[in-house]
């Protein structure tokens, strides 16, 4: 489903979903209000992507929106307002959310804002990233909580880890050349953006 949103006193505009001819949104996901789909996006089937209360969300190109994930923020406006505390600046723009190009979020992977994730970065599956920022060519395992803190360039967090500091984020491990999950998100941006292709032609 691609839907408008509704008028509230946190939403003082209606938008219509902005979906790149090359994005695929499978029929029982739902995207709805002030999104941003760019190039090669493949939304998934039971994927909620709700601009309708923190907004704008963006999903970049060539990245993927699994089964079952969601992505949703904290109201973005009070009566016109900006609440800036929601918002997050990226390139002199302000988001609710912003998801990078070639960005991984993996089955009932939880992304909600304010929040960010970063190019060539893999978000696990059930893994929940809240009021943070996950910089480029990361991968958060499996199972992950990750609240109010910035994972830096090129760090993984280990499969049910728990991260609610940003002492505990800077000691985050880097990924080496013999992680065994670094070039999982290679593989998988192949698939999805194949996969976005092949329905979109359908």
Avoid: W
């Avoid at 923190?54 to 969601?70: A, E, F, L, M, T």
Wanted: proline share 5%; glycine share 10%; net charge negative.
């Amino acid at each position: 489903m691609i839907d408008k949103n509704v008028k509230t006193d946190f939403f003082s505009e209606v938008y219509i979903p902005e979906i790149d001819p090359s994005a695929y949104v499978h029929p029982l996901a739902a995207v709805i209000g002030h999104v941003i789909l760019g190039k090669n996006v493949m939304v998934a089937p039971l994927a909620a992507i709700r601009g309708d209360e923190g907004h704008p969300i963006k999903v970049g190109d060539d990245s993927n929106v699994q089964d079952g994930v969601v992505i949703h923020a904290l109201e973005t406006e009070h009566h016109g307002k900006p609440i800036e505390q929601n918002l997050i600046s990226v390139g002199g723009q302000k988001y609710a959310v912003y998801i990078g190009t070639r960005v991984s979020l993996a089955h009932q992977a939880q992304i909600h804002g304010p929040a960010a994730v970063f190019d060539d970065t893999f978000i696990g599956m059930k893994s929940l990233i809240f009021r943070s920022i996950v910089e480029e060519k990361c991968v958060v395992e499996p199972g992950c909580t990750v609240i109010g803190v910035r994972i830096g360039t090129g760090r993984y967090v280990p499969a049910g880890a728990v991260i609610t500091s940003q002492e505990e984020a800077d000691k985050l491990p880097f990924i080496t050349e013999d992680y065994p999950l670094k070039s999982l998100n290679h593989g998988v941006v192949h698939v999805n953006t194949s996969l976005a292709r092949e329905y979109g032609k359908r």
